[in-house]
């Protein structure tokens, strides 16, 4: 699964907020026919709904016309992104190899022309699968076995396609350094290795992920796709139309002189402008939300949507963290702002660069200038001379996949230490520091020609809003004014104001929510989770798909009877879009959540109640389902029942903040005060950034008349979250009762 986004989280990064807008689920789109054994076979070539002027009709169709484009993307990892197993497509030793993982042995198998791994399953023991269908090429590839429900799972171990002398040619397994047993969240047969959802949508053509409530308590999948791998119709749309007109008689062959206006190439997408490219070429290379599925044209804020610099997503300053791909990072680079388009720089049909080594960058820059050690202050022909090693480092993901960062930003070593954040400089020379790197570029540096970019002036602008400094109001300002700055990275500052600053929210976000760029409003929106819902009400006509159900979630509840009638016609059509988005994802637990969600709020908790138990039944490790479960148990009465959920919660994801502040309020409630301000303590160790954390492990300590640590706490709270008025007036109730001769620290 190398390419598609939200494919699986890592214990530390499952934290979720206990919140219904926190099910704004990772939704992306995936899936083929069910199937009735484990036998290997193909899906059955199928449309998933294009108008009859529009079906896909394969890419052999295309080689007719187009040979050398069709030569040249035959063999590409596109054309291989996913096919039949077979002894052409299999890469790997199934020739009775072995492979120990945490003292389990898994064994990979010929069975004539079927290939089989015998491994653990659900339920702990050993059973022998066979393989449907592999997915990637290089450099690993990654094995799919289809269940008959319609599921289609991805198993854990990989093979590495890279010559043995560079540490290839043999299995691996994605988690090496966690024992990944059945009962948890990443084990191979649960949800978040679930191909239809996960992955098909970037690994076939015409993907249509057809998941059914019907068929049993987990539901069903039909799932259709017109060809496996990326064909020409994953980037240029449904191909009978333009084959149609190319065979009427004296039809002119598109870009020809005396082509007429409407040539053969209206019929399929040209991709020669930048947002045609960002657009098509985004919808697998970013971390992104799928809001509807149209395989005839994909757009950005309206068919998708990347996820914002999100923290644990995304370093403070845009660099990549996670796995996150390319465009959310490309968005935020210089060449974005300049039209700069994905072609330029890599051939659309073999996918591989169009030159080699800095002969890349200097189709633009100019040689003289940039590629010289006046520049890049190292020897000509090193790795340091590379202009990649410097404006776009790697990171290593899925083991051995080394990605590079498509900001294409400058190196700041001189912000590093402040932001927490990698630099390029110390990757290459980790004995010397970010202190000596700044150092070394201020050295050789006669001066910059330009300021610091609006890229570098996100992390600092951001560190401020999400640490609630004392000039983040002013950071964040001066960030949305600035033309030069990318309209994800100023989204993702007005997102974070929610939990950061919320009482100044509505001032900030609230005028943001008419900006003409979508990117703004979308943050606006999230900025304002706890805004009246008049506030937001005017978006559920907004033209952005992405921005409409964001604002979804915050209009729950609303008194649809004080709108203006045609203001309440639009929510009543959002919400329509709404459910029907969260129906189309009923496989995930998230969704489900999400659903629950507009249950309490419109007052079923009865319909609320067996929504929760259905996403359960759907995913018994959700940490967003036990999270808000648990709290409609808690309003609900039933503590019990809550403090059992969130206790499983802490069991599944140890590390995670929420979880243990939910489980610490839920003790204190249950006159357990000194076993729930430990787990307020525990949260507040795990997520130091959070202030709300902070505070509640402060008052917590009061409360068990733990003063002096009380106070000491606050006070630590108010020196890092300065602007936290609620830190501030119970510090100064804490001191007002402790007297005159309270400790140092008190205001």
Not at 374 to 397: L, W
Not at 697 to 720: E, F, I, K, N, P
């Amino acid at each position: 699964m190398q390419d598609e986004p939200n494919r699986r989280w890592s214990r530390g990064r499952a934290a979720a907020v206990v919140a219904i807008a926190a099910a704004a689920i990772a939704l992306t789109a995936a899936l083929p026919r069910a199937r009735t054994d484990h036998a290997a076979a193909p899906a059955s070539i199928s449309e998933p709904g294009p108008p009859p002027d529009s079906r896909f009709v394969g890419s052999q169709a295309c080689a007719v016309c187009h040979a050398a484009q069709y030569a040249a993307w035959s063999a590409s990892h596109h054309r291989h992104a996913m096919e039949p197993a077979d002894a052409r497509s299999v890469r790997g030793d199934f020739d009775g190899a072995t492979f120990r993982y945490f003292g389990r042995e898994t064994r990979f198998s010929r069975s004539g022309p079927a290939f089989q791994v015998t491994t653990e399953n659900q339920q702990g023991r050993l059973e022998t699968f066979t393989v449907a269908y592999t997915l990637g090429y290089a450099p690993l590839q990654q094995y799919l076995v289809a269940f008959p429900d319609g599921r289609i799972q991805a198993l854990p171990f990989a093979w590495d396609t890279r010559p043995r002398a560079q540490g290839g040619q043999r299995w691996f397994h994605l988690y090496p350094d966690a024992d990944v047993g059945p009962a948890d969240p990443l084990f191979w047969t649960r949800p978040r290795q679930n191909w239809n959802h996960q992955c098909g949508d970037c690994h076939t053509t015409a993907f249509s992920k057809r998941f059914s409530n019907a068929g049993g308590a987990q539901g069903r999948f039909d799932t259709r796709f017109s060809e496996v791998g990326n064909g020409c119709e994953s980037c240029h749309g449904a191909g009978s139309a333009h084959l149609a007109a190319m065979e009427r008689p004296g039809t002119a062959v598109a870009g020809t002189p005396g082509t007429p206006d409407r040539a053969a190439r209206v019929f399929v997408n040209g991709l020669h402008g930048q947002t045609e490219q960002i657009d098509q070429c985004g919808v697998c290379h970013a971390r992104r939300v799928r809001l509807r599925e149209d395989p005839s044209r994909e757009r950005l804020h309206d068919t998708w949507r990347p996820e914002l610099l999100a923290d644990g997503l995304y370093f403070v300053d845009g660099q990549i963290k996670d796995e996150v791909f390319e465009i959310g990072s490309f968005l935020q680079s210089k060449m974005a702002a300049r039209g700069v388009t994905c072609s330029q720089c890599h051939d659309p049909h073999t996918a591989k660069l169009r030159a080699e080594g800095n002969a890349l960058c200097t189709q633009c820059h100019d040689r003289q200038i940039f590629d010289g050690s006046q520049h890049h202050f190292h020897r000509a022909g090193t790795e340091g001379a590379r202009c990649v090693s410097c404006h776009m480092p790697t990171r290593t993901y899925m083991v051995v996949h080394a990605r590079r960062d498509h900001r294409i930003a400058v190196p700041r070593p001189d912000l590093a230490p402040t932001l927490g954040t990698p630099d390029a400089c110390s990757a290459c020379h980790a004995e010397r520091g970010a202190a000596w790197a700044a150092a070394a570029i201020r050295s050789h540096a006669t001066g910059r020609r330009q300021g610091p970019s609006a890229a570098e002036a996100l992390g600092p602008a951001l560190a401020r809003v999400r640490g609630e400094g004392h000039d983040a109001a002013a950071a964040l300002g001066a960030l949305l004014a600035d033309p030069a700055a990318a309209g994800i990275a100023k989204a993702t500052a007005l997102a974070s104001l929610s939990a950061a600053a919320p009482s100044e929210a509505l001032a900030l976000a609230g005028p943001q929510l008419h900006a003409a760029d979508p990117w703004l409003r979308l943050g606006a929106v999230q900025a304002l989770a706890g805004a009246p819902p008049a506030a937001v009400a005017p978006l559920a006509a907004d033209p952005s798909r992405a921005v409409r159900l964001a604002a979804a979630p915050l209009l729950a509840g609303a008194d649809r009877t004080a709108m203006a009638p045609d203001e309440r016609r639009d929510v009543d059509a959002l919400f329509a879009e709404y459910r029907a988005w969260l129906a189309a994802n009923g496989d995930r637990a998230e969704a489900v959540v999400a659903l629950a969600g507009l249950h309490r709020a419109d007052g079923d908790p009865t319909a609320a109640q067996a929504a929760f138990e259905r996403a359960l039944r759907l995913d018994d490790t959700s940490l967003v389902t036990h999270l808000n479960f648990a709290d409609h148990l808690r309003g609900a009465g039933d503590d019990a029942a809550a403090e059992a959920l969130l206790r499983k919660a802490i069991a599944l994801y140890p590390e995670s903040a929420d979880a243990h502040h939910a489980l610490g309020l839920a003790l204190v409630r249950r006159k357990q005060a000194e076993q729930g301000v430990r787990e307020l303590a525990r949260a507040a160790a795990l997520a130091p950034a959070n202030s709300h954390y902070a505070y509640a492990y402060g008052v917590g300590l009061y409360s068990t008349r733990q003063l002096d640590r009380a106070l000491a706490t606050l006070s630590d709270a108010r020196a890092r979250f300065p602007e936290n008025r609620q830190i501030q007036a119970t510090l100064r109730a804490l001191c007002a009762d402790r007297g005159a001769g309270a400790a140092a620290g008190c205001p």
